[in-house]
C-alpha cells in the first residue's frame, strides 16, 4: 500500500476496499491473520493490555515514541511473548469474519471518549498519538496485502 494513512476513516476506508477478494500477501501471515492482528491492537488500545516487554527495554524503546506514532512503524519489532496470545493470529482466520471485526474495532476506537489504557510498549499515550500509533502500525501490515491481477 503505497498511500500514506492520514487519519482514520482513511483507514477505515482502505479497509473497507480491501475487503477478502483474492490477495496475496508478502511475510508470513494471510490476509486474516493480518486483519486478526490489527483488530486486535484496536481492542487492546481501548481495553488494555499487560505489559509487553521489561521495564528496562520499556524504557529504552518509549524514547522512539514520536517516530513510532508520526513516521513509521519499526518492522523490527517483535509482538512481545507477554501479549503474544491477544496479538499473534492462529494458524488460520478466517478473512471474512477478521475483517468485520476489524472495521467493528476501528469503530469503537473512533468512538471511544474515555481515558486509553497505557501501550503495552510504548507507555501513556495521547489519543492523537493513539491514532497516530494505529495508523503507522495498520500502515506496515496492510503493505504486505497485494491486490490479485484478474484476468
Not at 490476509?31 to 524504557?59: K, M, N
Request: proline share 10%; with cysteine; net charge positive.
Amino acid at each position: 500500500m503505497p498511500v500514506r494513512l492520514r487519519s482514520i476513516e482513511s483507514l477505515r476506508d482502505e479497509i473497507h476496499s480491501l475487503g477478502c477478494v483474492k490477495h496475496r500477501t508478502r511475510g508470513n501471515w494471510s490476509t486474516g491473520q493480518i486483519y486478526f492482528h490489527l483488530a486486535a491492537a484496536f481492542e487492546a488500545s481501548i481495553d488494555g493490555a499487560s505489559p509487553g516487554y521489561p521495564r528496562w527495554v520499556r524504557l529504552l524503546i518509549r524514547p522512539f515514541r514520536s517516530i513510532v506514532t508520526q513516521i513509521c512503524f519499526p518492522p523490527w519489532l517483535p509482538i512481545p511473548k507477554a501479549i503474544s496470545s491477544k496479538l499473534a493470529p492462529p494458524d488460520y482466520a478466517d478473512c471474512t469474519e477478521q475483517h468485520g471485526r476489524l472495521l467493528l474495532a476501528i469503530d469503537r476506537f473512533a468512538e471511544h471518549e474515555g481515558v486509553f489504557p497505557p501501550h503495552p510498549v510504548l507507555g501513556p499515550l495521547t489519543r492523537t498519538e493513539w491514532i497516530g500509533f494505529h495508523l503507522r502500525h495498520s500502515q506496515h501490515h496492510l503493505s504486505f496485502i497485494e491486490q490479485a491481477q484478474v484476468p
